[in-house]
Every structure is written in C-alpha cells, then in structure tokens.
C-alpha cells in the first residue's frame, strides 16, 4: 500500500538558518505529492503540490521537487523565521482514489 | 466565508459518556473526512463520506460511529468514550477521486477524557 516516510521527528534551528525536511514515498503509479502545515491551535493547511517528475512546487518560500527516481519530496527554505514554527506533513495522494496518506509529521522550532 | 466548520472547539467528558462532534463545509466539496490527532501529531484517518455514502472506514471501535445528513455535513459520534480517545478530531472536506484533491481542515475538536 502507500506509504510516506519522514526522516525528522522534530528539527531545531535558528532564525536564517536552512530547513530541509526529508519525505520519501512509496506508491505505484504517479501520485500526487503534497506538503501541510499545522500551526498551533489550528487543522494542517494546503502548502503546496506537485503532481509530475520533476515538478517543482512552492509556496511562501518554501520548495520541494518530485523525484520519482530517489521517491523523494524533500522539503527545504532558505531562511526560516520564528514564525515558521509548526508541525510540517509530507502526503501523496492516490491516482485511483484520490485518498490522501499522511506521514508522521516533522515538529519544526525556530529560535529568535 | 468558505471553509470547514467544526464545533465544539473543546470538550471535557468522563469515561462512559457519549460525546457528539459537528462539522460543516462551505467549499462545495463532495467528500469529507474525520482524522484523530494524537498527542504525538499522528494524523489517523478514521471515516471517510462521499455524497453521505460511506467509502472508508479504518479500523476505529464501534464505538465511534459517523453521521451524515447531507454532503456539507459530517457529524461524529462516540457512544462510551474511553481514556485513550482523549485526542484532536480533525474534519476535512476534499474533491473526490483525483489524486490532485487537496483537503481542506477544520480547526479540530479538542477532546478530554478524565
């Protein structure tokens, strides 16, 4: 069945510093891939999608490209601020039933 | 406004009660969904309703149990709760059957067992 894998559990960095979550998937076919945020007291919000090989998505500065060749949707952001602090879910979602599988969610904590 | 409503936004109950959650879309959406939030940000999908039709249904207890009366509405129940339902309940609405179906959230429904 599919599956997503995120590498980090939880990422600390500092302000300015560069993020990079990894996600890898495993699916047949060509899902789409989709990264969520989820900020405190809230429901995950849409970030992005990409549906092709190569496909880069983005979004309010953040960026990932789907790689069918590694099954890699790493997400990464140059400079992260204080206010980038939340909880970041990798998903693919299903060519047949358009099903969305979630990963275990990255907790990311920028310190001022 | 367009977007997915959920009340209430938080409940405290006792073990062996029945607890009712609502939800409610403006989006048009056909689908809706009810994931579990646990405390370690696992998100777990529970129900799945397209057009009130039930098309997924994950291993949940029977104890919990969805109610649709139309497609903008998915409401969920839980008959005797128990501690370990203690959780985020999140109700998400989506276009169905594309794989390019992004879900839209609700701000989830905090829910104590004690």
């Known amino acids: 069945g599919d599956s997503v894998t995120q590498t980090e559990g939880q990422v600390a960095l500092s302000e300015e510093d560069f993020l990079t979550i990894h996600c890898n998937y495993s699916?047949?076919?060509?899902?789409?891939l989709f990264w969520y945020v989820q900020y405190p007291g809230e429901g995950p919000q849409f970030l992005f999608r990409?549906?092709?090989?190569?496909e880069k998505g983005s979004s309010r500065g953040f960026e990932a490209t789907y790689d069918k060749g590694t099954t890699s949707f790493h997400l990464r952001k140059a400079s992260v601020q204080e206010s980038d602090s939340a909880v970041y879910y990798c998903?693919?979602?299903?060519?047949?039933?358009?099903?969305?599988?979630f990963g275990d969610g990255t907790v990311l904590t920028v310190k001022p | 406004e367009t977007a997915v409503f959920q009340t209430p936004n938080y409940h405290v109950t006792q073990v062996g009660n029945e607890v009712s959650f609502n939800c409610k879309q403006t989006?048009?959406?056909?689908?809706m969904y009810w994931y579990k939030q646990d405390s370690k940000k696992l998100l777990k999908i529970m129900f799945s309703y397209n057009n009130k039709q039930l098309i997924v249904n994950e291993t949940v207890p029977r104890r919990f149990s969805p109610q649709s009366s139309d497609k903008a509405h998915l409401n969920l129940r839980i008959k005797s709760v128990e501690p370990e339902d203690s959780a985020v309940y999140l109700c998400?609405?989506?276009?169905?059957?594309?794989?390019?179906?992004?879900?839209?959230f609700g701000s989830g429904t905090r829910l104590l067992v004690i």
């Open positions: 998903a693919l979602g299903n060519t047949n039933t358009g099903k969305l599988t």
């Open positions: 990409a549906s092709r090989d190569k």
């Open positions: 989006l048009g959406h056909d689908t």
């Open positions: 699916a047949s076919g060509y899902p789409a």
């Open positions: 998400a609405s989506s276009y169905p059957g594309t794989a390019n179906s992004d879900y839209t």
